[in-house]
């Protein structure tokens, strides 16, 4: 669901782009709307100023033919006087409302239609001029103008307006794809950068420079925090590793411990079920260690251990692991694949391994031996608790053997 949502999150080029758009057409449009009403507003000025000076001369016009009743000549005058100019309708009406000369410019195609829709919309109140006879008014003449050339004003204003928006369209795009290279991109790089360090742990990624002073900065700084980000990490995994190696190992021998044993023993009984081979541990017990840690002191006693620990790790192959136990007590892990010769081979190797003397801290040598039992997965148990104390006993067995045999 996160990842959907960001996904359908709208991109900075987007949103920059989209910005520009909606700011640049709302700029265009207020302009064109400003020019056009003020112009309009400009235009019915002067056509109402024009139109008041057409009907006072109408009115001079058919004054006489109205004077003497001859409506065609009333008619010819109107003609003369309208017909050249920005006029669509002229009526001439007694003091009773009564029409007595009227007048319509014919419509010319759809241009002509549409400017009269347009001045019946902005002018829908007729120029008035009143004929006299003496002091007295014996008609009235209503004059109701055109909009000769104001239509096509609006469309040209509309085709302006519109050619603006082209141009702001790409004007947009041009501004977005600088954008995109100039800003977004860099930041992309930044983002794709701090991801991987993130995900994938690739502390050796690096930010690449920008042309733009506040995002190269912002590159550059984020590249010093990587460097000390990198240095914290590897201090962090060298320190876990020596938390680790001094959980799991022992601190005098150097070999791996109770717990590392105890991890290490399960995973050897599922690689010897997967690939159907036996393999052994061996439970190891120093002889005497006691006596030579009370006649020749405990540094005497780690001294030996130590080097009993290093011959125990010549005679093994590399996949064997050896651990020590604790006290004088070692074990073995004899990697699947080891038949009883080899078993036997190797222990024969690690009692040889103990036939020279071992020199102490103090000069002295001293003799070392161990007692040795082993177990074999799954001959002797299939159990890795059970294997354990086969093993266990069968090197107190060994030893209770040695014990009988210095006996005698």
């Given at each position: ?134 002091p007295a008014v014996i008609a009235q003449v209503q004059i109701y103008g055109g909009a000769d050339g104001l239509g096509r004003f609006i469309l040209s204003g509309l085709a302006t307006a519109l050619a603006c928006l082209v141009l702001t369209l790409v004007a947009t795009w041009t501004l977005s794809r600088r954008l995109q290279r100039d800003v977004t991109e860099p930041l992309g790089r930044i983002a794709d950068v701090a991801h991987a360090v993130r995900a994938d742990r690739q502390f050796d990624r690096r930010v690449p420079t920008s042309d733009i002073q506040e995002v190269d ?192």
């Open positions: 669901m996160r990842a959907s949502n960001r996904s359908a999150m709208p991109t900075l080029r987007q949103v920059l782009a989209r910005g520009h758009m909606r700011l640049i057409f709302v700029a265009v449009l207020t302009a064109a709307i400003t020019l056009m009403v003020t112009g309009v507003l400009v235009i019915r000025g002067y056509a109402d100023r024009n139109l008041a000076l057409i009907a006072r001369t109408v009115a001079y016009t058919v004054e006489p033919a109205l004077v003497f009743e001859d409506r065609d000549a009333a008619q010819r005058g109107i003609v003369a006087v309208a017909a050249s100019e920005s006029v669509h309708h002229v009526a001439v009406r007694d003091t009773r409302g009564r029409t007595l000369v009227e007048w319509r410019r014919p419509a010319e195609g759809a241009m002509a239609t549409v400017e009269r829709g347009i001045a019946d919309l902005i002018a829908p109140s007729p120029a008035l001029a009143d004929i006299r006879r003496g900065q912002l590159g550059r700084d984020f590249n010093a925090l990587l460097d000390e980000l990198h240095d914290w990490h590897k201090g962090v995994v060298t320190h876990n590793r020596m938390l680790e190696r001094q959980a799991t190992r022992d601190v005098l021998t150097g070999l791996g411990n109770r717990a590392m044993f105890e991890q290490l023993l399960p995973a050897a009984v599922a690689q010897s079920d997967a690939q159907a081979r036996s393999f052994a541990i061996l439970y190891i017990d120093v002889n005497r260690f006691k006596q030579v840690n009370d006649t020749h002191g405990h540094d005497a006693g780690d001294a030996l251990l130590i080097v009993i620990a290093a011959r125990l790790r010549a005679v093994l192959r590399p996949e064997d692991e050896a651990f020590r136990l604790g006290g004088d007590e070692f074990a073995l892990i004899l990697a699947p694949g080891l038949s009883a010769d080899q078993l036997a081979a190797i222990k024969a190797r690690i009692a040889d391994g103990m036939a020279q003397p071992i020199m102490l801290p103090n000069g002295e040598r001293v003799d070392a031996s161990l007692s040795i039992g082993s177990a074999c997965y799954p001959e002797d148990s299939a159990d890795a608790r059970d294997l354990l104390r086969h093993a266990d006993a069968a090197m107190y067995a060994a030893k209770a053997g040695r014990a009988i045999h210095r006996d005698r």
